[in-house]
């Protein structure tokens, strides 16, 4: 039996996109974010700072990402939380994105 490091949840904006893009790499993304759940593996989950992580995933020769948080407020299940996805364009994940990341997270331990 796998067992799974944690759970995973998608915000709206992390759905949005994912149903944007075509099938072969919505499932390629799903496949990297289902390993990384069972593996310890850098290259598919990566900390970008304190508190924003990213799943990465290269398809096709694109680069995609979808930045994510970790909700362990509840002692039962480890929980990430996808903010949003976007494909990238240069070397870093600019910092727009992982503002853009945090703004999200605020408003989810808000409501949530």
Known sequence: MVISRFEIEFLEDAREFLAKIDNKSRYKILFNIDKAR?????????????????FR???????????????KRN????LVIC???????TDK????E????????????EIY
Do not use: C
């Open 93 to 96: 994940v600019q910092k727009s």
């Open 75 to 78: 002692n039962k299940n480890t």
């Open 98 to 109: 992982i503002e853009r990341a945090k703004q999200l997270m605020r408003m989810y331990f």
């Open 38 to 54: 069972i593996t310890n593996d850098p290259v598919l989950f990566k900390k970008l700072d304190t508190e924003i992580w990213e």
């Open 83 to 89: 903010t949003h996805g976007f494909v990238k364009k």
């Open 57 to 71: 995933t290269k398809y096709n020769k694109q680069h995609f990402r979808l930045l994510a948080f970790w909700d």
